[in-house]
């Protein structure tokens, strides 16, 4: 029992940090493009206080914890002013998926990490799982955030390069997105969605 709590305190850890990191590369991307907002705001920082949402970064993972579900969250969101961005919508894209490309890199680094350890796993057990933790926790945020929905980074994205025209309809559904990410949720969806590539990218790194 100890040894579970250990582990799930672990896991809760890296996925703060994950969680910071992602919203720091969202802020540092914004700043580097021309806007200075999320700079002026205390948000290009890695101290997780600043970027802690009670609900994505608290309440969620802790009943994800609690029922063994997927360990998934998210942080309170870095403004960004499009005005102030140099190429506006073209930049805003990139900003976006700053993010999860975050993500996919300290997933990298944590599957480079498990292979330098090799059989040396047995001898740093926490080390070996938190790697793992990280690798894990780092695929299903990326794969998470670029879902095409709004207010998801996926959906910033996809937002980014529709046609004007398009634009204007998709964006109806954002006051609905986290209602409709909630129903992905409850219903079992959205492990279908993001379920396939995530085991197929672990298998790939592991």
Known sequence: MQGDIALQALAFLVLLFSLTF???????SAWRLGDPTAK?????????????DPLGTLLLPGLAI???????????????NLRGLRRGR???????????????VLA?????GLAALGNGALEAPLLAEALFAALRINLLL??????????????????GILPPSALVGFERVRP?????????MLTGLLWKVIGPPYVFLMRALT
């Open 142 to 159: 990326a794969l998470f955030n670029m879902i095409p929905l709004p207010p998801l980074d996926g959906g910033n994205v996809l937002g």
């Open 40 to 52: 002026q705001l205390g948000r290009l920082s890695l101290n997780p206080a600043v970027h802690v």
């Open 22 to 28: 992602h919203e720091a590369a969202h802020a540092w």
């Open 108 to 112: 990298l680094a944590a599957s480079a």
């Open 176 to 184: 609905y997105g986290i209602a409709i990410l909630y129903g992905l």
């Open 90 to 104: 073209r930049d805003y894209v990139l900003v976006s998926a700053a993010g999860p490309g975050s993500n996919l």
């Open 66 to 80: 609690a029922t063994g579900a997927p360990l998934i969250g998210w942080a309170k969101p870095v403004p960004v």
